[in-house]
């Protein structure tokens, strides 16, 4: 029987997918501002000075081969020094396709820089919900990805992907962002993350019992069963899941129903009961109550949402 990931399964279930993914070239002096948005935002270096200032509180030089990952989307800017003046990046590439961004030549005569810059958006149901991936992670990450490291290599990979059409371009972007984003997540081991789901699927104890609800999600899991699948007493899962997690399990519980069967509304034409009783809801009131709970819509709301 093929294992089931929890890692894998919540990467999955974000459904990624590239917007805007473009090289840029400028000359100093040059400066690009964003304003917070509702998605993931990220800058590589590939060369050339780059001065990363983020909610006017954090400035940090960036180095060719080091990526910038703002995973709730924080309003920054980036620049070819700490002084040099930023336009809008509406005003700048607004209405532009990808080609003609990369066109275009930023700033004036001074020394020249290349980045890849974009955004990653997972599925419409994380405009609502907590994010279970993204909520672990710090507001901003600078990770060292020279060329000759698999993060590197994939970050330029899809660059490449995504600026060429041909046929199975979007199963292939699919799958490489999908490992972009579990390198990025290999690449935390040593950095302090926030609680939050990431935390427990390389925990030794938690990560079988939520491997458990993953495979087995109809089931009406009692805390006892995922305190003994866990190899810990009741009162040291409970504590040790809300430590980790910042949730109850019972809570992840009902959030995870609520993630998989928000892709079934949006994927599929099975009736809202259905998909209720197929992600482990008692019944249709039940799964509307807990769906609005979470989601701040019913079912049929979000499915009209989402595919509009």
């Known amino acids: 029987m093929q294992h089931i990931d929890p890692l894998s399964q919540l990467i999955e279930s974000l459904a990624p997918t590239t917007e805007v993914f473009a090289r840029v070239t400028a000359h100093a002096p040059w400066g690009v501002s964003e304003p917070r948005q509702d998605v993931c935002a990220f800058t590589y270096v590939l060369d050339g ?3 990363l200032r983020v909610d006017d509180h954090l ?6 081969g080091q990526l910038l990952l703002l995973p709730r989307g924080a309003a920054h800017s980036v620049a070819s020094g700490p002084d040099a003046e930023c336009q809008d990046v509406d005003a700048l590439f607004g209405g532009k396709s990808r080609a003609e961004v990369e066109q275009m ?14 955004y990653i958006r997972f599925m419409p149901l994380h405009r609502h919900l907590p994010n279970l991936l993204t909520d672990s992670l710090p507001e901003v990450l600078i990770l060292d990805a020279p060329a000759t490291c698999r993060l590197g290599q994939l970050l330029q990979w899809i660059y490449a992907e995504n600026a060429d059409y041909r046929a199975g371009q979007s199963l292939m972007l699919e799958k490489m962002l999908q490992m972009l984003l579990l390198e990025i ?5 040593t950095l302090p993350l926030n609680p939050g789901v990431l935390n427990a699927v390389n925990d030794r104890h938690l990560a079988p019992a939520m491997q458990a609800i993953i495979k087995d999600l109809c089931r009406p899991w009692h805390l006892d069963q995922l305190a003994g699948i866990a190899a810990l007493s009741r009162s040291a899962f409970t504590s040790r899941f809300k430590k980790l997690t910042g949730l109850s399990c019972q809570a992840f519980i009902r959030h995870w129903r609520c993630q998989q069967a928000a892709q079934l509304l949006k994927l599929s034409d099975q009736p809202v009961a259905s998909i209720g009783l197929k992600c482990g809801f008692q019944s249709s009131d039940v799964f509307i109550r807990n769906f609005r709970s979470f989601c701040g819509m019913t079912p049929n709301q979000f499915r ?3 595919n509009t």
């Open 49 to 51: 000075p780059c001065f």
């Open 59 to 64: 400035q940090q030089q960036l180095t060719p």
């Open 105 to 118: 030549v930023l700033g004036g005569d001074g020394e020249q820089s290349h980045i890849l810059c974009g």
């Open 185 to 189: 997540i290999r690449t935390l081991d």
């Open 304 to 306: 009209y949402a989402a």
